[in-house]
Nanobody, 120 residues
Framework: QVHLVESGGGLVQAGGSLRLSCAGS????????VGWYRQAPGKERELVAT???????KYADSVKGRFTITRDNAKNTQYLQMDGLKPEDTAVYYC??????????????WGRGTQVTVSS
């Protein structure tokens, strides 16, 4: 089983920066696309950013130009650099890793979430 451990959340003023980390098991296999999601109070979970094993990235329109997702395949660790934070970025951020082994159904692993609060 893959256990994801998130870190880096906290309280920051508008315009500030945070860097989130998500460490997965180095023994994990078939990890393909990984990403970050967030959920604000009273709202549904939304996709923030994804990155493939080859480094192709996608971002939600709301964070383009401000957030950067990266990954270290050898360490099975992913990061989310958040710059120019806005109060509307306040949410619990979750990391996700997708297991895609040949001949198997895809399976998603999730972290427990880390709180990001941006004050105005």
């Amino acid at each position: 089983q893959v256990h994801l451990v998130e870190s880096g959340g906290g309280l920051v003023q508008a315009g500030g920066s945070l860097r989130l980390s998500c460490a997965g098991s180095v023994d994990a296999i078939c990890i393909s696309i990984v990403g970050w999601y967030r959920q604000a109070p009273g709202k549904e979970r939304e996709l923030v950013a994804t990155i493939t094993a080859g480094g192709s990235t996608k971002y939600a329109d709301s964070v383009k130009g401000r957030f950067t997702i990266t990954r270290d395949n050898a360490k099975n660790t992913q990061y989310l650099q958040m710059d120019g934070l806005k109060p509307e970025d306040t949410a619990v951020y979750y990391c996700n890793q997708r297991r895609t082994c040949p001949g198997e159904y895809e399976y998603d692993y999730w972290g427990r979430g880390t709180q990001v609060t941006v004050s105005s």
